[in-house]
């Protein structure tokens, strides 16, 4: 057994492993069953990347809720740099998805309105993720009890991209996974804290109906979409209820300025714990009842600054080790994770 400060962890058991770490299941060593992920990060395979893992560390140790992933412990031994973090028994939400297809209208509300509690801190604290996508949210199920959705605690994790953001100041740093991208960010356009919303959207429409709502073959092609189509709107089943195509409508806006505000999302009304809320007035958006069509407003992206940050930055973001990966149900720019042990999400052995 290896040591670690208060916990302990043996490299048997190894949970997964990244470019530029690897991740152990651990656990402290006089409460045996608190289990903990132990992410072992080799300095030597940091390289610039150094100053994005100080930046995690930091933004972690301000973050103290239930449904943000806790950072425990960090010590720097031997070269390494060891992240002591809660461990989730349930995975991620892809490895969910992949599981159940498509989830209810009630399991969403009940993911959502954790999601939406820990989005609360990070806005208190002016704080945007910037990699919000489903395998950065992980479960955790109750030990000795059967899971389910109720029950099922869901926290955001992975903080690689994270940054604090002041108020009316803008962002152009082109990170995150293209898939969930906000049209702004993969323009290369300036953008604000109203991207996570876009994203939070995305994960949304594909725990609806199982899929992205805007989808290309490659990031490049993901681009030149948004670019050619200033007015454009997901295709919503049309069973869904009132209040989620609200939902879905206001944070699926192209036009960040149209977008739903955080205090629109914190307070609407699909996030009610009872599933006869009231239904909510239209969102200042047109579409139509088979969930397709185009919106009243042109895009005023263009209205931003550019950086003039070329779609190459998302290539040169992946350093050696890395590679685009994609799947049914997401395209990323971070390295996949191969787990060895069931029940932990890949996104703890990411940087």
Known sequence: MESVGKFEFNRKDLIGHGAFAVVFKGRHKEKRDWEVAVKCINKKNLSKSQSLLGKEIKILK???????????????????????????????????LQTKGTLSEDTIRVFLQQIAKAMKVLQSKGILHRDLKPQNILLCHPEGRKSCSINTSIKIADFGFARHLQINTMAATLCGSPMYMAPEVIMSQ?????????????????????????????????????????????????????????????????????RMSFEEF???????????????????????????????????????????????????IVTDGQRLHSSA?????????????AGQSKSQSRL
């Open 62 to 96: 301000e973050l103290r809720h239930e449904n943000i992933v806790r950072l425990l412990d960090y010590q720097e031994m031997g070269g390494c740099i060891y992240l002591i973090m809660e461990y989730c028994n349930g995975g991620d939400l892809a490895e969910y």
């Open 266 to 316: 914190f307070h609407h009304p699909f996030l009610e714990s009872s599933s006869s809320t009231k239904k909510y007035s239209p969102f200042p958006v047109i579409y139509t009842n088979s969930g397709s069509g185009s919106s009243s407003s042109s895009s005023s992206t263009s209205q931003l600054a550019s950086p003039q940050v070329l779609l190459n930055s998302l290539l040169s």
């Open 329 to 341: 149900t997401t395209r990323t720019l971070r390295l996949p994770i191969r787990n060895s042990a």
């Open 190 to 258: 300036n953008y604000d804290a109203k991207a996570d919303l876009w994203s939070i959207g995305t994960i949304v429409y594909q725990c609806l109906t199982g899929k992205a709502p805007f989808h290309a073959s490659s990031p490049q092609e993901l681009r030149l979409f948004y670019e050619s189509n200033e007015t454009l709107l997901p295709r919503i089943p049309k069973e869904t209820s009132a209040n989620l195509r609200h939902l879905l409508m206001g944070l699926l806006q192209r036009n960040h300025k149209e």
